[in-house]
C-alpha cells in the first residue's frame, strides 16, 4: 500500500505539530505502508528545530511546493523585525494595525491563511498522482486548509482519503476568540461538514472529538498521539528543589490562575516550601502568565527557559519532581489532549494537571495511574495535592506507576492506523 500525507509541518518545523506524521512515517514502512510526503518549500515556522531533519527516514519521498504566505506580507507592515504566528497564540493587547489584521485573517483567510497554497498543490498534486498512483492521500490539519485540498485531490481522482484532525476545527481551542462575522462562522462550519462527510474516514485524537464528529462520518477513528522515546531503567539525578515544570507554549488561555494562587499561599505559610520551590517554564510563555507570578511574587522563584531542542526536553521531564500539565480554560477544554501528556507519562514523574476532571485528559491519567488532574477553579483540592506532592519530596518518595502506557508508544499506534486504513481499503 502506498499512501500521500499532505502536512505543513515538517522538519525543520519544531514544536507539537511535527511529531505525529514524522512519527507515522518513520514506523509506517514496518506494516507493509509506503509514505509519500507532501509539505511546503519554503516554511515559515513559528519554531524550528533542525535536529528533527535527522529523523525522517532515510528513502522517504518528500515532495515539497512553494507557498505564499500572507504572514510575510504582514511583516512589512509591523515595527517588529519579524512577526512569527503560532496557532492559539493570539496577540495580548494587539494594536489597532494589529487588531485590523486579525479581523481580516478571521474573515477573509478561510479556513485559515494557508489558504493560498490549495489551487497550487491541487494543480501539482494531480500531475503527480496520474503518473505515480497511491491507495490513500491523508490530509493533516491544522491548518485547515490541507484538508481541502484532499477534498479536491479526491473529487477529481477519486482516490480514497482520509483527513487527520491534530485539533478539531471550529471547536479548536482559539476559535471562539477569532473576530468572525456570521457569513464567516457559518462558511467554516460548512466546510468543516464538507471535509467530515467527503472523506473516507476522519482520524480524531481523542474521544470527545470521535463523539462531535461521528454524526458526520460514521468511519471517525480514535488514533491518539504518543511517545517514542525509550524507556530508561536506571533513576535520574532529580532536581534538588521542588521543580513544578511545565513544558511547550503556555499562552493566557492556559494560563493556571488557582496554581499561582496556591503557591503564593504555600510560600508565605511554610518556610521550607518557599526555599524549596522551583517554578520552571519551558517554551514561548506569554505575557500575561509573567505578570500573573509576578503580581504573586513568585518571580524569584521562576525559571524560565527558552524553546529547547526535542531531545534535549527529555531530559528535563525525567528529572523534575513534578511534571505541570494546564489545559487551555475554553469551551472545547474537555477533548483538549495535549501531545506533552505522552512524554510525560514515560518520563514517569509525578503529572500534575489543571483541566476538566471529567475530560479526555483525565481518562488517560486514570487509567495509567500516573498523576493528577484538579479542575480550574478548585483551590481547596489543588492545595491539598500540592502539599503531599511536596511531603512526598521531602521523603524522597515521590514517584509514579505510570501503568500500561506501552499502547500509546508511537510504533504501537502506527500499527493501529496501519489495520484501519487496510480495513477501509477492503
Known amino acids: 500500500m502506498k499512501v500521500l500525507i499532505i502536512t505543513y509541518y515538517w522538519p525543520p518545523s519544531g514544536g507539537s505539530g511535527v511529531q505525529r506524521w514524522l512519527k507515522f512515517v518513520k514506523y509506517l514502512q514496518e506494516f507493509g505502508i509506503t509514505p509519500v510526503v507532501y509539505t511546503v518549500a519554503n516554511p515559515d515556522y513559528a519554531i524550528e528545530d533542525t535536529t528533527l531533519e535527522a529523523k525522517i527516514p532515510k528513502g522517504v519521498e518528500v515532495i515539497r511546493e512553494p507557498i505564499w504566505e500572507p504572514y510575510k506580507l504582514a511583516n512589512l ?42 489551487k497550487p498543490s491541487v494543480k501539482h498534486l494531480e500531475k503527480y498522482l496520474k503518473k505515480q498512483p497511491v491507495d490513500f492521500i491523508i490530509s493533516s ?97 532529580l532536581d534538588s528543589q521542588f521543580s513544578l515544570t511545565h513544558i511547550g507554549m503556555m499562552n493566557e488561555d492556559r494560563n493556571p490562575l488557582v496554581l499561582w494562587k496556591v503557591l503564593k499561599e504555600l510560600t508565605e505559610e511554610i518556610p521550607s516550601f518557599k526555599k524549596d520551590l522551583e517554578i520552571k517554564l519551558i517554551g514561548k510563555i506569554a505575557q500575561p502568565v509573567l505578570k500573573e507570578i509576578e503580581q504573586k511574587g513568585l518571580s524569584g522563584h521562576l525559571n524560565q527557559i527558552e524553546y529547547l531542542a526535542h531531545s534535549e526536553v527529555q531530559e528535563y521531564q525525567r528529572k523534575s519532581q513534578v511534571l505541570l500539565l494546564a489545559v487551555n480554560n475554553v469551551p472545547s477544554a474537555k477533548g483538549i489532549i495535549t501531545g506533552k501528556i505522552f512524554e510525560y507519562l514515560v518520563a514517569k514523574r509525578p503529572i500534575l494537571a489543571i483541566g476538566p476532571v471529567d475530560g479526555d485528559l483525565a481518562e488517560i491519567l486514570k487509567e495509567t495511574d500516573a498523576g493528577t488532574i484538579v479542575d480550574f477553579e478548585d483551590y481547596t483540592s489543588l492545595k491539598r495535592v500540592i502539599l503531599d506532592l511536596y511531603k512526598g519530596y521531602q521523603n524522597n518518595s515521590l514517584e509514579t506507576k505510570s501503568e500500561g502506557i506501552q499502547k500509546y508508544h508511537r510504533k504501537e499506534i502506527t500499527r493501529q492506523l496501519s489495520e484501519i486504513l487496510k480495513t477501509i481499503q477492503k
Do not use: C
Not at 484532525?165 to 464567516?184: C, M
Open 77 to 118: 507592515f509591523s515595527r517588529k523585525k519579524k512577526t512569527k504566528t503560532s496557532a492559539g497564540f493570539l496577540e495580548h493587547k494587539p494594536s489597532f494595525l494589529g487588531k485590523v489584521m486579525t479581523y481580516v485573517r478571521a474573515n477573509y483567510f478561510i479556513p485559515d491563511a494557508r489558504m493560498f497554497w490549495i
Open 141 to 237: 490539519g491544522p491548518p485547515h486548509s490541507l484538508h481541502l485540498i484532499g477534498l479536491a485531490l479526491k473529487k477529481k481522482l477519486n482516490i480514497p482519503w482520509v483527513s487527520d484532525f491534530r485539533d478539531p476545527w471550529t471547536d479548536i481551542d482559539y476559535f471562539h476568540q477569532l473576530p468572525l462575522s456570521k457569513k464567516a462562522k457559518q462558511k467554516h462550519f460548512d466546510l468543516e461538514k464538507e471535509v467530515l462527510t467527503n472523506s473516507n474516514a476522519v482520524l480524531v485524537v481523542g474521544k470527545t472529538m470521535q463523539q462531535n464528529y461521528l454524526p458526520f462520518n460514521k468511519n471517525t477513528f480514535v488514533v491518539p498521539n504518543g511517545f517514542d522515546i525509550a524507556a530508561v531503567s536506571e533513576k535520574p539525578n
